[in-house]
């Protein structure tokens, strides 16, 4: 699989197995082997998921040598600072099975509206963070939904910076200057999300460029991830979607189509933004 190389010089998978809302046990147990067996080498999950038990079955029972894995969770807001996180790193291990993380995040930022003291907040759990890789308890480090606004002032405290920040990013919501801002930082972007929560692949204007490529609009939306340099992370329980998102290595955008895509009106968000959610 095509890796991104992490600003710490490790190279990550170019595209992630997301497990949100597959429920824990034989279902997501079931969910991760297959995807692994179909080629897929990053998992995605958060404690928040509550499945990391079923992934790290998945994972167990799989047969490939761990190190071929990258196996991502994050910590989530009520479990955060400094002796929180460090708490709830070692109950998603023991949940996992595993003896290190490859990425861990935080979830979601603390922010302006939720917390005066949003950056205390933020650079106490990023401080327990760096703990955990300075001991080599997880090989890179990032945050989720952390806004340039979110990210700027850890950036300018931290000792170690950010590897990765994995944004809700699908043709309809770019995020556009928090990707720019990011890459620019030498930050990889994850995208969650990347088809909308399934409103992008009825889209009719997807559906007339894909068919120029003979493609899904799935498999035009990873490509088009990808090639604007961000980690998609696509979700299906089906042997055959998952074999469909991976074979979107294999198609090359237009330069021209990659920007029409990126002019594409807002639709299909979440409706969640970091300074609003009430996390």
């Known amino acids: ?49 509550k499945n990391e038990t079923g992934v790290g079955r998945g994972i167990a029972e799989n047969g490939i040598n761990r190190s071929e894995l990258w196996v991502t969770t994050k910590v989530w807001p009520t479990e955060t600072g400094y002796d929180n996180t460090l708490r709830a790193f070692d109950a998603s291990l023991k949940r996992l099975g595993l003896d290190y993380i490859d990425l861990y995040l935080i979830h979601w930022p603390a922010s302006p509206s939720s917390h005066t003291d949003w950056r205390e907040r933020n650079l106490d759990t990023w401080r327990a963070f760096e703990k955990l890789y300075a001991d080599g308890r997880v090989r890179a480090i990032g945050v989720s939904n952390f806004l340039t606004s979110h990210l700027q002032p850890l950036i300018d405290s931290c000792k170690v910076r950010p590897m990765v920040d ?49 493609c899904s609009v799935a498999q035009l939306c990873l490509a088009w991830c990808r090639q604007k340099q961000i980690v998609p992370l696509p979700k299906s ?13 294999n198609i090359s955008l237009s330069a021209e189509d990659v920007e029409t895509i990126d002019r594409m009106p807002k639709f299909g968000w979440s409706g969640e933004h970091p300074d609003t959610v009430g996390f």
């Not at 994995?166 to 030498?186: K, M, R, W």
């Not at 329980?237 to 290595?249: G, H, P």
Request: net charge negative; glycine share 8%.
């Open 166 to 214: 994995q944004l809700e990013i699908h043709p309809g919501y770019t995020q556009t200057d928090d990707v720019a801002f990011c890459q620019s930082n030498n930050i990889v972007v994850e995208a969650w999300s990347p088809f909308g929560r399934g409103a992008v692949l009825s889209n009719p204007d997807l559906t007339a460029i894909a068919a120029k490529y003979n």
């Open 237 to 249: 329980v089906t042997a055959e979607r998952v074999k469909e998102n991976l074979a979107s290595f």
């Open 1 to 49: 699989m095509l890796t991104f190389k992490l600003n710490n010089s490790i190279d990550m998978p170019a595209m992630g197995f997301g497990t949100w809302a597959i429920a824990d046990g034989t279902d997501t147990a079931e969910a991760v082997k297959m995807a692994i067996g179909c080629g897929f080498r990053h998992i995605d999950t958060a404690s928040f998921y």
